[in-house]
């Protein structure tokens, strides 16, 4: 097996940019129509194109679903044209609502890493909290209380709660959690779709004004949020959500032993991480694909975890060059 030395590592950084580049150009043409499924198939079909233009032996462990739900980029398909053993996390468009609405934070998402590497997570729900860098391990636990985690972020950034504020997923299942975190006085951003661009935000405080993500999203999108987070040297914590014997079962057959499990972000995503997102609506961190009458702007966020490096790519596309 090929291991993901650094400077292959370099390399398909770039090639990882233009996959999401390519996924976020074919979704921005149709977003605004109200047509979540044609705006999710057009960032399927050009993701999948431009993986299997890399050179890399990649499995996809997780993607849009098991194979009989998901005809293209399901979980265990084979991508790319051979050489480094990786494993693949994608979502191509993150936020298809919000794609078809055109409202902020629509992303496509691809995450790679060594073979193994990846947590090979059912599609289920995932209870999820994360902060950015900068802190000590443990700040933040799922086995405490919103009220206690609060308090200990707080501490550490030497602020008052009253200072923080947390992003939630605006869903009736969290009207508990979102009562807990206004009785302890933090304010609130809720969003309404997007969950990798929620806990992605909290890398950076001082740009997107979100201190913490808490609550329940999808697990895929837990894991491609560990990814980012293990490049930017975030803290997040995910468990699975997995309360029916059917639910257990599936986990089981994809490795799950404890179904109480906390994973870590370095067990979501360990070894050498490379993760890129382009934004695929204006958001707090990207801005969307701009469409002109000879060319296409995207703009893209590139991180690796081998050496902490964040890039900010502003590309500009040729029209002929994508026909």
């Known amino acids: 097996m090929v291991e993901l030395a650094d400077n292959l590592n370099r390399v398909l950084s770039l090639e990882l940019a233009r996959v999401t580049e390519q996924a976020a150009i074919a979704a921005a043409r149709v977003r605004g129509r109200g047509d979540e499924k044609a705006a999710d198939q057009a960032a399927v079909d050009a993701m999948r194109q431009a993986l299997n233009q890399i050179d890399v032996e990649g499995t996809v462990v997780i993607g849009e679903g098991e194979r009989d739900e998901a005809p293209m980029l399901y ?3 084979k991508v790319g044209r051979g050489g480094v053993a990786v494993d693949i996390a994608l979502d191509p468009l993150e936020g298809t609502t ?12 691809v995450a790679m890493a060594e073979r193994g590497s990846l947590l090979n997570a059912p599609d289920v729900y995932m209870e999820k909290i994360a902060i950015g860098p900068g802190y000590p391990q443990g700040v933040v636990d799922l086995a ?8 200990a972020l707080a501490e550490a950034k030497g602020v008052r709660v009253t200072d923080l504020t947390a992003c939630i997923l605006d869903r009736p299942r969290h009207a508990q959690l979102i009562a807990a975190v206004r009785e ?3 304010a609130i951003r809720l969003i309404g779709d997007g969950d990798v661009a929620g806990v992605i935000h909290t890398s950076d405080p001082e740009e997107t004004g979100i201190d913490i993500y808490m609550g329940i999203g999808g697990a895929p999108e837990g894991v491609l949020a560990a990814a980012a987070l293990r490049c930017t040297g975030g803290q997040m914590q995910g468990r699975l959500q997995l309360n029916t014997i059917e639910k257990r ?10 179904p109480e499990k906390i994973y870590t972000a370095e067990e979501m995503a360990s070894g050498n991480v490379i993760f890129a997102a382009t934004g695929v609506t204006d958001g707090n961190l990207l801005d969307g694909v701009r469409f002109y009458r000879d060319r296409v702007t995207t703009h893209t966020l590139l ?6 490096t964040i890039r900010e790519v502003r590309a500009h596309h040729h029209i002929s060059d994508l026909s």
């Open 184 to 186: 302890a006085g933090a």
């Open 75 to 77: 979980i265990g398909e």
């Open 249 to 258: 079962v599936r986990a089981e057959r994809m490795g799950v032993g404890d």
């Open 144 to 151: 405490r209380s919103p009220e206690e985690n609060l308090a």
């Open 303 to 308: 991180m690796r975890s081998f050496s902490r």
């Open 98 to 109: 919000v794609c078809a609405k055109n409202l902020p934070n629509s992303l496509a998402v």
